[in-house]
T-cell receptor, first 115, second 113 residues
């Protein structure tokens, strides 16, 4: 079964610093990969997704992620953190080989931004 | 623009009571899902419905039942609630299962005493 591992349950950065949230997937075949964000007391919303087009995927709010097959990774980055980026971020995977397979989510990384 | 609507938003139950969480989407999506979110566990899939008339178990289906009432509505029922079912429940929908973007409701916070 597909799975994703998010390294670090909590990441803290200063405002203006680089944001790097790590995600590794387990599959021999590149899956569909997603990053979702959850603001307090809200549902999740899509930041970006990889579905086998460009390996560098740009999302909303200045975030981007790079698919690296050799490292089985899909890390999320943003050059300069803003206070409004404080939220929980989830990496998710779906197996493209199995047709209609629901997304499997990682355990999440809480991002804190310090002024 | 309603999107995905869940009711109720909050509920407190006693052990052994039953309840149904309701979910409706207005985006004409084929697939609908129920996830639960617990601290440190991320989101875990309870049940999903890839299309109207079908339902399938997810990772943690025990203690739950679902009904895909029509294309718009997908309900989650707890027949005999247990404290382990205290959680935040999210309904989501997508045009396709797997590759499509999930659209989430705002969540339903359930406490079982």
């Amino acid at each position: 079964a597909q799975s994703v591992t998010q390294l670090g349950s909590h990441v803290s950065v200063s405002e203006g610093a680089l944001v790097l949230l790590r995600c590794n997937y387990s599959s021999s075949v590149p899956p569909y990969l997603f990053w979702y964000v959850q603001y307090p007391n809200q549902g999740l919303q899509l930041l970006l997704k990889y579905t086998s087009a460009a390996t560098l995927v740009k999302g909303i709010n200045g975030f981007e992620a790079e698919f690296k097959k050799s490292e089985t990774s899909f890390h999320l980055t943003k050059p300069s953190a803003h206070m409004s980026d404080a939220a929980e971020y989830f990496c998710a995977v779906s197996d493209r080989r199995s047709g209609n397979t629901p997304l499997v989510f990682g355990k999440g990384t809480r991002l804190s931004v310090i002024a | 623009n309603a999107g995905v609507t869940q009711t109720p938003k909050f509920q407190v139950l006693k052990t052994g009571q039953s309840m149904t969480l309701q979910c409706a989407q207005d985006m004409n999506h084929n697939s609908m899902y129920w996830y639960r979110q617990d601290p440190g566990m991320g989101l875990r899939l309870i049940y999903y419905s890839a299309s109207e008339g079908t339902t399938d178990k997810g990772e943690v289906p025990n203690g739950y039942n679902v009904s895909r009432l029509n294309k718009r509505e997908f309900s989650l029922r707890l027949e005999s609630a247990a404290p382990s079912q205290t959680s935040v429940y999210f309904c989501a929908s997508s045009e396709l299962t797997g590759a499509g973007e999930l659209f989430f409701g705002e969540g339903s916070r359930l406490t079982v005493l």
